[in-house]
């Protein structure tokens, strides 16, 4: 299954092997924004810069910006804070950094597009005038192994405050992309590179297939007199107001469609009637909010066998509505305890029958969520967690804990695997707001724990990760980790 078709369906139709390259420039491409923001903000948050370097930093980058001095030049003077420090410190903060920031702003489009172009076989390479600390973590993740950046000097560990040449900037990216071609048989001439700048408009002119994602203007001019093909990408970057309002209406949505639901509890005396009603209510009051639209195969793994222990992959909040909507009724679940702390949400969240569980307590985790195993065998209701125990920062697929497969056996009931493959694309983690967008959504076959004992339990969770992996196609990089 794959999302985006319309973005990647060029690159589908391209011959496979790396004489076809495919070069992305970072910076408002890859990512929406620039990375060397976060790095300047949380560096100034944490007192990593004095007033004195501050003033240096802008003063530069305000010069390149005006014409006054070239890339390198530029690059010299904002370089001269790190002289002295330790690369290895650097390159961990540039890890917290990905994390905590940049991986959100990947464009989901972009993502697409390189996963496409691997799967071809095609070269790959992120060229960027940005430094590695800011690039590499990302161009792990996204699995391109070729990064070619601004390199800075390093002595024994330590950066000496010089910038090594030629920097990959305009030309500089030319020759790089002209010596990656050269290492792995690539012909420039069929080649694809993507970028926004119109400072790329020398690699731009020198692949056979130009291709400006989110140009900016002098780019869009020169696109638009050359003929070629744009995109531009709103998936990331600054939301409207409008998607902040909607976002801020999902938690009232959740409480409004518990209380629609009280009528029917009141009137039949049937807790769970009313509580059916409010979950199909609000599976749909929230999609509409959110702009969400699901595509989904096995839809009729949901109800051959119930109840049963449907897991799910964690990427994204919304989660909670596409389950919500594929599984519509008599359904129970798990949370992390925190929830509890959020006014009348945890309220309506526990009178609906979610376990809160502390995460950083096992034996209180086990306990609490014993009472699913007569949810499941008494009432017949079906219980839905993630066996990665919490959302993940991209689509990675984390370790499985054991709580899900624990309670199958316990219940005598199966698995039935959800597989989320691009929920991430709405809401990724550490971003507060919902973007309307399509998420594919595969429903595995159940499978079968009657032969399952707590003694074989091991083997089993990893049996059924190795499904998901499949089903993401993330086996070769996870076996790569």
């Given at each position: 299954m ?30 929406s924004g ?27 980058m ?19 804070f ?17 994390e ?21 076989g ?24 070729n ?22 900037f305009?030309?500089?990216k030319?020759?790089a ?20 700048s ?12 130009p291709?400006p ?43 409004g ?34 702009g ?23 990427q994204?909040?919304?989660d909670?509505?596409i389950?919500a ?11 992390k ?15 609906a ?47 499985f ?7 199958a ?9 959800i ?6 694309d709405?809401?990724p983690?550490?971003?507060l707001?919902?973007?309307p ?19 074989t339990i ?24």
């Amino acid at each position: 299954m794959s999302s985006h078709q319309d973005v990647v369906a060029e690159v589908l139709k391209l011959p496979d092997g790396p004489q076809i390259g495919a070069f992305f420039d970072f910076d408002g491409t890859v990512i929406s924004g620039y990375s060397v923001t976060a790095f300047l903000k949380e560096q100034i948050r944490r007192g990593h810069l004095s007033p004195r370097e501050m003033v240096e930093l802008i003063s530069a980058m305000a010069s390149f910006g005006l014409g006054g001095v070239g890339f390198s030049a530029m690059m010299v003077a904002a370089t001269q804070f790190l002289r002295g420090i330790r690369e290895d410190s650097y390159a961990n903060f540039g890890e917290e950094l990905f994390e905590s920031h940049i991986a959100r702003q990947i464009y989901p489009e972009s993502r697409a597009l390189v996963r496409a172009h691997l799967k071809k076989g095609h070269t790959v390479a992120i060229i960027s005038s940005a430094t590695p600390y800011q690039v590499r973590p990302a161009a792990r993740e996204l699995g391109v192994e070729n990064v070619l950046c601004t390199e800075l000097e390093v002595k024994d560990g330590v950066f000496t405050g010089a910038v090594i040449e030629p920097t990959c900037f305009g030309p500089g990216k030319v020759t790089a992309a002209e010596s990656l071609a050269e290492r792995y048989g690539a012909d420039l001439d069929q080649s694809y590179f993507y970028s926004d700048s119109y400072d790329d408009i020398q690699l731009l002119e020198r692949v056979g297939n130009p291709r400006p994602l989110n140009p900016n203007k002098r780019l869009l001019a020169a696109a638009e007199q050359k003929g070629w093909p744009v995109r531009k990408f709103g998936s990331r970057g600054q939301p409207q107001l409008s998607s902040f309002l909607r976002s801020a209406m999902l938690p009232v949505s959740l409480v409004g469609t518990f209380l629609a639901g009280l009528p029917i509890w009141a009137l039949t005396g049937s807790k769970r009637d009313a509580l059916n009603f409010s979950i199909s209510l609000f599976a749909d009051t929230a999609s509409a909010l959110i702009g969400l639209d699901l595509k989904v195969t096995g839809e009729q793994h949901l109800w051959s066998h119930r109840p049963a222990v449907f897991i799910f992959n964690h990427q994204s909040n919304v989660d909670l509505v596409i389950v919500a909507r594929l599984m519509r009724r008599d359904i129970s679940g798990v949370g992390k305890r925190e929830i509890r702390d959020i006014p009348i949400v945890g309220r309506v969240m526990e009178v609906a029958g979610i376990v809160l569980i502390d995460r950083r307590n096992s034996a209180s985790a086990i306990e609490a969520m014993k009472s699913l195993v007569d949810t499941m065998r008494i009432e017949g209701k079906s219980v839905c967690l993630s066996p990665e125990g919490t959302r993940a920062i991209t689509p990675r697929l984390a370790d499985f804990k054991k709580g899900a497969f624990h309670l199958a056996i316990q219940a005598e009931v199966p698995i039935v695997p959800i597989v989320i493959h691009n929920s991430i694309d709405v809401q990724p983690k550490g971003d507060l707001v919902f973007h309307p967008g399509t998420v594919d959504v595969e429903v595995l076959a159940p499978i079968d724990t009657s032969e399952w004992s707590a003694d074989t339990i091991d083997a089993h969770v990893g049996e059924v990760r190795s499904l998901y992996l499949q089903a993401l196609d993330q086996k070769k990089t996870q076996a790569e980790k």
